[in-house]
């Protein structure tokens, strides 16, 4: 017996005759089976073939309480964004089951205090030191302290107390506060990709030696999960990453530069922080979300595919061997996926929109066009080259994007500047943080060094 598995109906992994019997080798072949095996918390040295789970269910860990014995208590990092703020729409709808107890921002004190006074956490930490200073910080509750910096955030959300952490702060900034988590064993919603993209393979071995769970946030990887838990994860021939196309999916290649960041920020579908809906124009943000499916469910790029769907119903597909595609919809709407992460592997009626069944509707899809989005070739390829090759596309796309918003480069220069990166930058296979640290550094300072040579401040 181990810690948290409902041993039921679905045989998870079992031996067949293509690997001889052999359950380890079904251990060992690529695939997502080291996510598997880690949301379900299945110890490495189980032998698969042994393992007679029910997919649809994974327990609580095992430090967290069990059914609603006692509230769960959440960190919101970067409890003021768009993410966020749906945290604590969702924890506000939970009737008491999800307890926010710390509250973390940048700048945003104003709205920090408004936040802390309606849901009364006993932490708030605010990592901008200036910002740290706002006199507004003083209508704080009583009963909720301060801690300011980085470092205060690193530290506090290892606290015991803690149950699920929610990583939503934006961009690189996300990586040091979500490294913290995982070493202490946290369960992680993670809906800040770039920590998996910039360090994807370490954030994973670290989640596994500590035992922390990572459920993602991210509506596609959400739903990706959902769906692997209707075959074997032998059985799965391929992720299909659906695609919203973003506000340019039909414009004409010619009209490009002349974007604009207003038409750049009106997403058509989904309503979002500025630096992801920029990404969502230039498709960067599925590059990615491929990137970071490829570490999270452990499977090689060239089993992960990008499907259009300009209507962003259906969130993401699994293709199983036998042509079977297991797919999840819902509306646009974050709630119901970070609802997931901070719950599972329960559910309950929360606040998320509902699909209206009564009401005609029509789902199309596409193949993308990478001559008008480049960036999603960046994204195959980094996800493919492993290393550093993730953190340098990450580094110079959020130099890019902030250039862009300043109307310093146009709107083609984004995946330009990603692509001189990538092929300029010293190369590493198996880097450790401190070098994917220094790649990060060095990527931000060439982006902005080939962007002055463009255009001379
Ligand atoms: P946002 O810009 O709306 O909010 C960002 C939050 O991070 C704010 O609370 C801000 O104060 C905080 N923050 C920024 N820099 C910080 C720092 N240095 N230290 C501490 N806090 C800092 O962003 P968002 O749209 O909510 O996105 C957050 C993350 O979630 C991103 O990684 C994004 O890719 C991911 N995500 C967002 C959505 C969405 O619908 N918005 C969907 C999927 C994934
Ligand atoms: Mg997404």
């Known amino acids: 017996m181990w810690n948290g598995l409902r041993l039921s109906r679905t045989l998870l992994v079992k031996a067949t005759p293509d690997n001889g019997g052999d359950s380890r080798a079904v251990r060992d072949r690529p695939g997502p089976?080291?996510?598997?095996?880690?949301?379900?918390m299945i110890p490495a040295a189980m032998p698969y073939a042994h393992v007679i789970a029910d997919a649809s269910r994974r327990s609580a860990a095992p430090h967290e309480p069990a059914g609603h014995s006692r509230p769960l208590l959440i960190a919101v990092l970067g409890s003021t964004g768009s993410i966020g703020r749906s945290t604590l729409e969702v924890a506000a709808a939970s009737a008491g089951r999800l307890r926010p107890w710390l509250l973390a921002a940048c700048r945003s004190t104003e709205k920090l205090v408004q936040q802390a006074k309606v849901v009364r956490p006993a932490w708030v930490v605010v990592t901008d030191k200036q910002a740290a200073a706002d006199e507004v910080l003083q209508d704080l509750p009583a009963d909720t302290r301060l801690a300011v910096g980085q470092e205060a955030l690193c530290e506090l959300v290892q606290a015991p107390q803690i149950d699920r952490v929610v990583s939503a702060i934006v961009g690189a900034a996300g990586l040091a506060?979500?490294?913290?988590?995982?070493?202490?064993?946290?369960?992680?919603?993670?809906?800040?990709k770039e920590t998996l993209v910039m360090a994807g393979p370490l954030v994973m071995q670290l989640a596994a030696r500590t035992g922390a769970t990572i459920l993602p946030v991210d509506s596609e990887h959400s739903a990706i999960m959902q769906a692997l838990r209707a075959g074997g994860s032998h059985e799965v021939r391929r992720l299909l990453l659906t695609a919203s196309g973003g506000p340019f999916r039909t414009l004409a290649v010619e009209q490009f530069a002349s974007i604009t960041p207003q038409q750049a920020l009106a997403h058509p579908t989904w309503s979002m922080g500025p630096k992801i809906t920029i990404d969502s124009a230039t498709m960067m943000n599925k590059a990615l979300e491929l990137i970071e499916a490829r570490w999270l469910f452990d499977i090689p790029a060239a089993q992960i595919d990008v499907v259009v769907h300009p209507q962003s119903i259906v969130h993401s597909m699994v293709e199983f061997v036998d042509g079977s595609v297991v797919a999840q919809l819902s509306p646009p709407d974050m709630k119901l996926p970070i609802q997931l992460a901070l719950d599972d592997p329960q559910r309950f009626?929360?606040?998320?929109?509902?699909?209206d069944w009564t009401a005609a509707m029509q789902l199309s899809f596409e193949p993308p066009d990478v001559e008008r989005f480049p960036a999603l070739l960046l994204g195959r390829e980094a996800a493919t080259r492993g290393g550093t090759a993730g953190a340098v596309l990450n580094a110079a796309n959020e130099v890019a994007v902030e250039y862009f918003l300043k109307q310093s480069i146009p709107f083609t220069a984004i995946p330009q500047v990603t692509r001189a990166m990538l092929d300029d930058h010293p190369y590493q296979a198996t880097p450790s943080l401190d070098d994917i640290l220094a790649v990060d550094a060095w990527a931000r300072r060439e982006a902005v060094a080939w962007i002055e040579r463009q255009a001379p401040p």
Request: charged letters at 20%; proline letters at 3%.
């Open 33 to 40: 089976l080291s996510f598997v095996r880690h949301l379900f």
């Open 177 to 192: 506060s979500t490294w913290a988590a995982i070493e202490a064993a946290k369960t992680v919603a993670l809906a800040n």
């Open 349 to 355: 009626d929360g606040p998320a929109r509902r699909l």
